[in-house]
């Protein structure tokens, strides 16, 4: 296969690396990754100053990386429309340190390098270990690996991606792998307040992560009870339910 991985913590990051590693034996593969950490950038696209992009040298034999100065999803689209030369097979984005559930979803830079792969129509993975401190990569790269291989065979369907979570366990205490939808878990909004040495206010936004275990059957449920959770995302964000009742509304121009 030909293989697409960025990432949004880095090119320095030791995820980014534990994939190339799990890929490059198997794959023609090329990493397109911002030079610093740019988590929970979202989607965001480099629109007013110019995009660039470097060869990196740190990466196993065969990998050709390139460093930019872009965010996950313009690394996306520089890979694919110009730095590749080919169209890839697959993209995947992580692996993110940290976890990516609930809705981290909407601010998450990883998830949205997937994103970007499945706006240009190619099935594309997102990929998280559930932990900040002593990450285990092993499990998650390799698992990354063999359900590329899946994607590929069995193909995404229009507007789909996949995000996948892991728990920071050693294989032999993973409870298995779940099939799961998007939960509702969130961080817990902080801004703290202070006041500079001229006396003005300035502000430090921070999050605590709400507590894991949403409802049975959630990314966050998964994760909690010890499975690698495998949730399929839709790119159409319309609410069906409000669509509906939006309907009856009386909306008039005036
Ligand atoms: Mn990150």
């Not at 965001?44 to 034999?61: D, M």
């Not at 964000?237 to 008039?252: I, K, P, Q």
């Amino acid at each position: 296969m030909r293989v697409l991985l960025t990432n949004d913590d880095g090119i320095h990051s030791p995820g980014l690396h534990a994939l190339a590693e799990a890929f490059a034996p198997h794959h023609e593969t090329v990493v397109v990754a911002p030079e610093h950490e740019r988590s929970a950038t979202g989607h965001a696209v480099t629109l007013h100053k110019p995009l660039r992009a470097w060869r990196s040298g740190v990466f196993p034999e065969g990998v050709t990386a390139w460093a930019t100065n872009g965010t996950p999803a313009d690394c996306v689209i520089l890979g694919v429309l110009d730095l590749l030369g080919w169209r890839p097979d697959v993209v995947v984005s992580g692996i993110n340190v940290g976890p990516n559930l609930g809705r981290d979803l909407t601010y998450s830079g990883t998830v949205s390098g997937a994103m970007e792969g499945a706006i240009m129509g190619i099935p594309s993975v997102a990929v998280s270990v559930a932990a900040f401190v002593e990450v285990r990569f092993e499990v998650a790269a390799e698992f990354a690996e063999r359900l590329s291989r899946l994607v590929v065979e069995r193909a995404l369907p229009a507007d789909a991606l996949i995000n996948v979570n892991v728990p920071n366990l050693p294989p032999e205490r993973l409870s298995g792998v779940a099939v799961t939808r998007q939960g509702s878990r969130r961080y817990l909004s902080q801004l703290e307040r202070r006041t500079d040495p001229r006396g003005r206010p300035y502000y430090w936004l921070a999050g605590e992560p709400g507590p894991l275990g949403d409802e049975e059957g959630t990314d966050s449920w998964a994760v909690k009870a010890g499975y690698i959770s495998v949730t399929p995302i839709h790119l159409n964000m319309t609410s069906e339910r409000l669509l509906g009742d939006l309907a009856a509304w009386d909306l008039t121009v005036s």
